[in-house]
């Protein structure tokens, strides 16, 4: 088992997350509250799969909750950009969620391959 409070992408996309929370904690209007909720989880659930794939027993099981962390990073992705065509957000909100999670999701994609080719090495013998 891993000690998920160590990474760093685990860090930052608890940081983002809390933050995302913060920033649209205060949005009321008409509308929003289904796509703010949804925005929320999806941020959230990029460090909870992250945590819950640290504590798997193997490296495959470990990629395979990055790649979902991964997806929840797109659909995050989506709901930040409707939220700022929706208004509910500023274009500078916005550009600094999107760069933070941009930079979320190409640390996890490099991890997650990371993490792949150990799983295939130690599979094969090396």
């Given amino acids: 088992m891993r000690d998920f409070k160590k990474l ?8 983002l997350a809390i933050q995302t929370h913060h920033l649209l904690a205060g949005v009321r209007e008409r509308g929003s509250a289904a796509t703010r909720n949804q925005l929320q989880r999806a941020m959230a659930s990029i460090p909870s799969n992250i945590s819950e794939g640290a504590g798997k ?5 470990f990629a395979r909750y990055l790649d979902i962390a991964l997806g929840s990073a797109k659909e995050a992705e989506n709901h930040l950009a409707f939220s700022r065509d929706m208004g ?22 490099a991890f997650a391959r990371t993490v792949r080719d150990r799983s295939t090495h130690a599979s094969s013998g090396d």
């Fill in 8 to 15: 760093t992408i685990w860090q930052r996309s608890h940081r």
């Fill in 57 to 61: 027993r193997t490296d495959r099981e």
């Fill in 88 to 109: 509910w957000l500023d274009s500078e909100q916005y550009e600094k969620l999107d760069a933070e999670l941009g930079e979320i999701r190409r640390m996890l994609f």
